[in-house]
């Protein structure tokens, strides 16, 4: 009986320190992907600065859906193409995630950027909030969907819309 209660409490512990070692897998995985996303993200940035068109393809998806802040709602082509259109000179973008939530394979990024360049010849200063959803196949992340919507400008009150 004595060997039975210590097989049991054995398996007990051996259980726990599975469960505690998968509880710290599952967190180092999940920290990775999160410094993956957000690494993505500025390189997004970079590339529609340069209109690297190649490699933003390389991460949207042929399925990619996207509504801008207009209301607009545009296929992965239609946002190639208005991103390296002529009229179309991004200086600058930062995008800064604010949050990336996983579900698997699966990210969520709620993230707020401020965009400078010209359009169509005319300076613009940008600050936009922005939800893009990206899919992880066969070890590669590739965004989806996306949603933008503008933000007041720098220095007024954010809060007074809410």
Do not use: H
């Not at 390189?43 to 390389?58: F, H, P, Q, Y």
């Not at 296929?75 to 949050?99: C, F, H, K, M, Q």
């Amino acid at each position: 009986m004595k060997q039975m209660v210590y097989f049991a409490a054995l398996c007990s512990a051996a259980l726990g320190l599975a469960a505690i070692t998968q509880d710290e897998r599952s967190k180092t995985v999940e920290l990775a992907a999160n410094a993956e996303i957000n690494r993505i993200e500025r390189a997004v940035g970079e590339a529609i600065t340069r209109k690297d068109r190649a490699r933003l393809e390389a991460w949207f998806d042929p399925r990619f859906y996207a509504g801008d802040p207009s209301g607009q709602l545009m296929t992965r082509e239609d946002a190639l193409a208005r991103i390296t259109a002529p009229g179309y000179e991004v200086e600058s973008l930062v995008n800064e995630p604010l949050e990336v939530r996983l579900f698997r394979d699966t990210a969520v990024v709620f993230a707020r950027g401020t965009a400078k360049g010209r359009f169509n010849g005319r300076p613009v200063v940008a600050r936009f909030q922005y939800l893009r959803v990206w899919l992880r196949r066969a070890g590669q992340w590739r965004a989806i969907a996306a949603q933008s919507t503008m933000l007041p400008a720098e220095g007024t009150n954010d809060n007074a819309r809410r």
